[in-house]
């Protein structure tokens, strides 16, 4: 596993001095998978692999299996902005992370509580629909999304399907990735990560888009493995690595290293995608312990 980078280190050493290390509390906002291996439940262990306290609001519930989603249906949005406010009330969280939002009426719901009580750190990754093809935000939904929620985002963290369908653009190469990633920061955005882990021309290869300019990231890209989940894990670890007052930058390539690792170490528990094994370093560092 990657080693934390250094503005984490330094946080968590001087945590452990005061308190014996405050986690920081990170929110996630998103679908349930009872599969286990994307949404809220990738969120949970992502966040708490990489130094966070998770709390959550759920805002829809899947049937789904390592081969796809079979049901999707969404909740009240009253009861989505209910868990949000009830996480707020205990004691506000550090970085909020969104993945599945589901509806029209959850977009705007979320995004009138986030103008009342705007979040430190906002990580908007933009689920649209499934790896099977199943819709999970519809246009009214994502308009509301680019119109709504985008203007707060401290970064949008779009795959290369997503990113087509903000952007209005076909994405293959980093090139057109950057182009994407400026369109949708015309939105409001204040900063765009193209994940690129479906990117034809260069697999693995992301591309950051601010104000300030572009950065792209390079990874290993490991043939025949796809692996359910990444794109969760890895924006809420970005996330968390923010709340512990990462730089973007530092942010991204730790979260990124993260999620390399929990590839290669992802095992089979079903007829179809791998799931990633977010406590593999846990597991070893207990087999080892004496």
């Known amino acids: 596993m990657a080693a934390p980078p250094p503005c984490m280190s330094a946080l968590v050493s001087q945590s452990r001095e005061r308190s014996g290390w405050a986690l920081p509390r990170v929110l996630a906002i998103g679908g349930s998978d009872s599969s286990c291996g994307a949404g809220i439940q990738a969120d949970l262990q992502s966040i708490a692999a990489n130094g966070g306290h998770p709390v959550t609001a759920v805002t829809a519930v899947t049937a789904q299996h390592s081969r796809g989603v079979a049901v999707s249906s969404p909740l009240d949005p009253a009861l989505v902005a209910a868990q949000v406010a009830a996480a707020y009330a205990d004691a506000p969280p550090a970085a909020v992370k969104t993945g599945m939002l589901a509806s029209r009426v959850t977009v705007e719901a979320l995004a009138r509580q986030f103008r009342d009580a705007p979040p430190p750190i906002l990580v908007v990754d933009p689920v649209i629909c499934a790896s099977s093809g199943l819709a999970l935000l519809d246009q009214t ?150």
């Open 141 to 290: 939904g994502i308009e509301a999304l680019c119109a709504r929620l985008l203007p707060l985002a401290t970064l949008v963290t779009p795959n290369v399907p997503e990113a087509e369908a903000l952007s209005g653009i076909e994405v293959h190469t980093p090139g057109d990735a950057e182009e994407a990633g400026r369109r949708i920061l015309a939105l409001g955005a204040r900063a765009v990560l193209v994940k690129g882990g479906h990117l034809a021309a260069a697999p693995a290869t992301d591309v950051l888009v601010t104000t300030a300019g572009v950065l792209v990231f390079g990874g290993s890209h490991i043939r025949g493995r796809e692996v359910h989940g990444t794109g969760c894990t890895y924006a809420s670890a970005i996330t968390t690595h923010l709340a512990h007052g990462c730089s973007l930058e530092d942010a991204i390539r730790a979260a990124k290293g993260y999620v390399e690792a929990v590839i290669g170490t992802a095992v089979r528990v079903g007829t179809g995608a791998f799931m990633a094994d977010h406590l593999a370093a846990a597991r070893v560092a207990w087999e080892d312990a004496p």
